[in-house]
Nanobody
Framework: QVQLVESGGGLVQAGGSLRLSCAAS????????MGWYRQAPGKQRELVAT???????NYADSVKGRFTISRDNAKNTVYLEMSSLKPEDTAVYYC?????????????WGQGTPVTVSS
């Protein structure tokens, strides 16, 4: 079983910055893709950014140029640097990762960390 624990959320003023972290732990053989998703009140969960095991990155159009995803494979950790934050970025941010635990494929979600951007 692989667990993901996010940290770094909080309250920030519009235009400010936050850094989210997500650490994976457990019986991990290899992690493939890692990513961040968010869910605002009354809305569906949406992709924010993903990063492959080789470092390839994908961003939602709404965050391009403002958010940066990165990972530290030695620490099984993915980061999301968020800058120029807007009130519409307010949401619970979830980390997702997939890979192999031994020979078994896993796909895990974190519990979420809230981000609130005040205007």
């Amino acid at each position: 079983q692989v667990q993901l624990v996010e940290s770094g959320g909080g309250l920030v003023q519009a235009g400010g910055s936050l850094r989210l972290s997500c650490a994976a732990s457990g019986s991990i053989f290899r992690i493939g893709s890692m990513g961040w998703y968010r869910q605002a009140p009354g809305k569906q969960r949406e992709l924010v950014a993903t990063i492959g095991s080789g470092g390839s990155k994908n961003y939602a159009d709404s965050v391009k140029g403002r958010f940066t995803i990165s990972r530290d494979n030695a620490k099984n950790t993915v980061y999301l640097e968020m800058s120029s934050l807007k009130p519409e970025d307010t949401a619970v941010y979830y980390c997702k990762a997939d890979g192999f635990s031994g020979s078994d494929y896993f796909l895990s979600w974190g519990q979420g960390t809230p981000v609130t951007v005040s205007s």
